[in-house]
């Protein structure tokens, strides 16, 4: 399985920016896909998940209420759209899949077998 993750870039305080994650390959048994990001200096954090067989999605405390997971069946895609951003969500973002449906893992990055290659969002006050 390969993931495409598109769509970061510069914004500036308090505007809106979404990001896309296309896998490729094996799609099928990747019961939960996730966003995670890594800021310099920085260890990688969860940002949200979405599992894959009832839409239910999961945010970290930091983006809740300003980030929105949302998947496209057809497209076989996953969306983050972030609004209301801030300077301290810069990083470099990754989406992620599991073939593991351990929902209580979520925000583990150690659940996760594949990885996309990231994209950068930066954020300027």
């Known amino acids: 399985v390969q993931l495409q993750a598109s769509g970061g870039g510069l914004v500036q305080a308090g505007d809106s920016l979404g990001l896309s994650c296309a896998p490729s390959?094996?799609?099928?048994?990747?019961?939960?896909m996730g966003w995670f990001r890594q800021a310099p200096g920085k260890e990688r954090e969860f940002v949200g998940a979405?599992?894959?067989?009832?839409?239910?999605?999961a945010y970290s405390d930091s983006v809740k209420g300003r980030f929105i997971i949302t998947r496209d069946n057809a497209a076989n895609t996953m969306y983050l759209q972030m609004n209301s951003l801030k300077p301290e969500d810069t990083a470099v973002y990754y989406c992620?899949?599991?073939?593991?449906?351990?929902?209580?893992?979520?925000?583990?990055?150690?659940?996760?077998?594949?990885w996309g290659q990231g994209t950068l969002v930066t954020v300027s006050s």
């Open positions: 992620s899949a599991s073939s593991r449906a351990d929902w209580t893992s979520r925000v583990v990055p150690t659940n996760y077998d594949y």
């Open positions: 390959g094996r799609t099928f048994g990747l019961p939960i």
């Open positions: 979405i599992r894959w067989r009832d839409n239910t999605p």
